[in-house]
């Protein structure tokens, strides 16, 4: 545990309070309290003023320790390299099987299921996040791909491809996936 995390726990059980009812204080999901608690993620500055005025406490002169802004920072350079990665990784994918010599029906259906899968698993695995968030960080690679595509190619050649169909199924499915109830279309 590091010193933000044991602090907001001795805090919370010197009140007397459960997880539950500090969340019900801060007006945030329980989940963030086990999360925070657990040391599991980096909480915004909303987040820990919101906890922080309910345990009567100031928390974000906490997360300014040394050893916590280096923590902090190394998190978020972390993370910006691995939504790169996975950004690049995703427009890969996809222009190989829609815009690549060797690429026929079969693999522009592959590329057309793959973005609807894809995002799919992106939203039940990031609920926490909200749409801008997730559109910022998993849709704008691709985003910047749909226009150097048409700039380099034109749009006839992005679109008998396939793969001007599959960027925007991919990018709604992302944006708009919280608000679609999938799990019932599904039935999971």
Same mark, same amino acid.
């Given at each position: ?75 978020? @350079?972390?993370?910006? /390299? !691995?939504?790169? =990665? &996975? ?6 994918? +996809?222009?190989? #099987? ?66 001007? @169909?599959?960027?925007? /199924? !991919?990018?709604? =499915? &992302? ?6 109830? +999938?799990?019932? #279309?599904?039935?999971?």
């Amino acid at each position: 545990m590091n010193l933000l995390s044991e602090q907001i726990t001795e805090s919370r059980k010197a009140k007397g309070l459960t997880q539950e009812e500090l969340a019900a204080l801060a007006k945030v999901n329980l989940r963030t309290i086990q999360r925070l608690e657990n040391n599991e993620n980096i909480p915004r500055a909303k987040t820990l003023q919101l906890v922080g005025n309910a345990l009567e406490i100031d928390l974000i002169n906490e997360i300014g320790s040394s050893e916590n802004k280096m923590e902090f920072y190394f998190t978020k @350079v972390m993370n910006v /390299i !691995f939504f790169i =990665i &996975l950004n690049i990784v995703i427009i890969m994918a +996809l222009g190989y #099987l829609t815009i690549d010599s060797a690429a026929n029906t079969n693999s522009r259906i592959g590329a057309f299921l793959l973005s609807l899968f894809i995002p799919y698993f992106i939203v039940r695995q990031t609920e926490h996040m909200n749409s801008m968030e997730r559109f910022l960080k998993l849709g704008s690679g691709l985003i910047l791909y749909f226009l150097l595509f048409f700039v380099l190619h034109g749009f006839p050649a992005g679109f008998t491809s396939g793969l001007f @169909v599959c960027i925007p /199924i !991919f990018i709604s =499915i &992302l944006f708009y996936g919280n608000k679609l109830n +999938l799990s019932s #279309l599904l039935k999971i």
